[in-house]
T-cell receptor
Framework: DAGVIQSPRHEVTEMGQEVTLRCKPI?????LFWYRQTMMRGLELLIY????????DSGMPEDRFSAKMPNASFSTLKIQPSEPRDSAVYFC????????????FGPGTRLTVL | RKEVEQDPGPFNVPEGATVAFNCTYS??????FFWYRQDCRKEPKLLMS???SGNEDGRFTAQLNRASQYISLLIRDSKLSDSATYLC???????????FGSGTRLSIRP
């Protein structure tokens, strides 16, 4: 079975550019999570969807960040405009139903903003 | 105070040793607890869930102490392959809230 798929795996961009990260959750999973991981702040939950509806977006840093889940098999995290402090590894994870179920992580997107 | 706190380590122990980590949480309404493992430059993966009665999976034992609000992970007969960062996770389903600890780094030496 395919796990959580993320693309791109690596992204290098210049400050001010728009960045779009993509995620395909495990088929049949109803919850999807976007996380950001840095050495300084660890793993931070950005946003959590259940049945394609955003449930908790309190972790989204600011208006430059937006996330969508147009259907059960696809989600995007967009940063516009990007800044050097956005450099991090962004993970997408999915779980069968609730936030308290086991989460399966994708391989992550390593973002570098110059 | 952080909602979930872990000793960052690193813990550097010889192969075959027993090592234990603790993780404290501040929200008494927390309902579900997990330990995840993360290898260098890889994604986190579930190691084990933590049940109220405590649970064991081979060399790994997890325990929950609700009164003192901490969970623990014990690794017996440690192997070189146990070297990783161990993340404590606390979740509260009523608030759809899940929080990862910052992780404890473990290094097993030959």
């Amino acid at each position: 079975d395919a796990g959580v798929i993320q693309s791109p795996r690596h992204e290098v961009t210049e400050m001010g550019q728009e960045v779009t990260l993509r995620c395909k959750p495990i088929s049949g999973h109803n919850s999807l999570f976007w996380y950001r991981q840095t050495m300084m702040r660890g793993l931070e939950l950005l946003i959590y969807f259940n049945n394609n509806v955003p449930i908790d977006d309190s972790g989204m840093p600011e208006d430059r960040f937006s996330a969508k889940m147009p259907n059960a098999s696809f989600s995007t995290l967009k940063i516009q405009p990007s800044e050097p402090r956005d450099s991090a590894v962004y993970f997408c994870a999915s779980s069968r139903d609730r936030s308290t179920d086991t989460q399966y992580f994708g391989p992550g997107t390593r973002l570098t903003v110059l | 105070r952080k909602e979930v706190e872990q000793d960052p380590g690193p813990f550097n122990v010889p192969e075959g040793a027993t090592v234990a980590f603790n993780c404290t949480y501040s929200n008494s309404a927390s309902q579900s607890f997990f330990w995840y493992r993360q290898d260098c430059r890889k994604e986190p993966k579930l190691l084990m869930s933590v049940y109220s009665s405590g649970n064991e999976d081979g060399r790994f034992t997890a325990q929950l102490n609700r009164a003192s609000q901490y969970i623990s992970l014990l690794i017996r007969d440690s192997k070189l392959s146990d070297s990783a960062t161990y993340l404590c996770v606390v979740a509260e389903s009523s608030a759809s809230k899940i929080i990862f600890g910052s992780g404890t780094r473990l290094s097993i030496r030959p």
